[in-house]
């Protein structure tokens, strides 16, 4: 990898990070309704919101990993065979670790 294209790739990912931690909105649940329907869909709807603000906090990790591994000169590398990663990949999933072969190798090995 280049240096240009390290400079991009570190502008992409740390452009990444920040509109995620822009979005800091999480909802507390209410335990105040008049029924229990509208207790249920409270929630239902805070359930949702956990899940949605767990997934940021795993991509958030995910980028910053690959922001260390960038600085550590091993983004871009393939975790299982070592081989160069697609740069079109990475742009496509910053945080990918594995190229685009042993990815379908290992998505199918999970799927037998």
Do not use: W
């Not at 991009?8 to 920040?18: F, N, S, T, V």
């Amino acid at each position: 990898m280049n240096t240009l294209q390290h400079d991009g790739i570190r502008c992409h990912l740390e452009y990444k990070l920040a509109s995620m931690n822009n979005i800091t909105h999480f909802c507390r649940l209410s335990l105040v309704c008049p029924d229990e329907n509208e207790l249920a869909s409270h929630v239902a709807e805070q359930n949702l919101n956990n899940a949605l603000y767990n997934r940021l906090l795993r991509r958030v990790h995910e980028l910053r990993e690959a922001v260390c591994r960038l600085d550590d000169n091993c983004y871009g590398v393939c975790a299982i065979c070592g081989e160069v990663i697609d740069m079109l990949r990475l742009l496509a999933a910053p945080a990918a670790t594995l190229c685009i072969h042993c990815q379908e190798e290992l998505e199918d090995e999970l799927l037998r």
